[in-house]
């Protein structure tokens, strides 16, 4: 069983470009988080879906951020017009209900960087 | 929204000690993780525990949900168990996040 995926592991662009990030699940797990976590901080939620249907949006995911998840299975994260203030790391982690259990499991993440 | 809570924010331990760590939640919580992140910034399941106690080798932890608060507990620490511990609870799909309590153990 492999465990959540994450590309690319590093994306160093200029300031004003859009960037994506992909995120792939553990097989069979229906829910799909986003989190980003800035140094010294902990992670803070973005957003998340379950299956394709996309069931909420922190008021951190400003309109330059849109997340998608087409197939209820991988799911890919865009910046637009991005700002120094973006830079961060990107945590995308997946669940699924299984005996009253739902824990999320956390890939390595996409660690952005602004210039 | 909720408030989490980490103590403490910093701990040095020296190879051998045990520790305490401690999560306080500003209200009720229905989904309760524990996490340690590597050096690399991996976050690794330690425990799912929204009431109750769980062992895993050295590792414990224990919920008290009526009183909003979780302990993780690390015995005869070693090297490899530096880094950072996070605690999150959430009552709908998302986890809200503590700070975080960064261990330093010495050799």
């Known amino acids: 069983d492999t465990g959540v995926s994450q590309d690319p592991r590093h994306k160093i662009t200029k300031r004003g470009q859009n960037v994506t990030f992909r995120c792939d699940p553990i097989?069979?797990?229906?829910?799909l988080y986003w989190y980003r976590q800035t140094l010294g901080q902990g992670p803070e939620f973005l957003t998340y879906?379950?299956?394709?249907?996309?069931?909420?949006k922190s008021r951190l995911l400003s309109d330059r951020f849109s997340a998608e998840r087409p197939k209820g299975s991988f799911s890919t994260l865009e910046i637009q017009r991005t700002e120094q203030g973006d830079s961060a790391m990107y945590l995308c982690?997946?669940?699924?209900?299984?005996?009253?259990?739902?824990?999320?499991?956390f890939g390595p993440g996409t660690r952005l960087t602004v210039l | 929204g909720i408030q989490v809570e980490q103590s403490p924010p910093d701990l040095i331990l020296q190879e051998g000690a045990n520790s305490t760590l401690r999560c306080n939640f500003s209200d009720s919580v229905n989904n309760l993780q524990w996490f340690h992140q590597n050096p690399w910034g991996q976050l690794i399941n330690l425990f799912y525990?929204?009431?109750g106690t769980k062992q895993n080798g050295r590792l414990s932890a224990t919920t008290v949900a009526t009183e909003r608060y979780s302990l993780l507990y690390i015995s005869s620490s070693q090297t490899t168990d530096s880094g950072v511990y996070f605690c999150a609870g959430g009552s709908q799909g998302n986890l809200i996040f503590g700070k975080g309590t960064k261990l330093s153990v010495k050799p």
């Open positions: 097989s069979e797990h229906n829910r």
């Open positions: 879906f379950q299956n394709e249907a996309q069931l909420e």
């Open positions: 982690a997946s669940s699924i209900l299984e005996w009253g259990v739902r824990a999320q499991y």
């Open positions: 525990i929204p009431s």
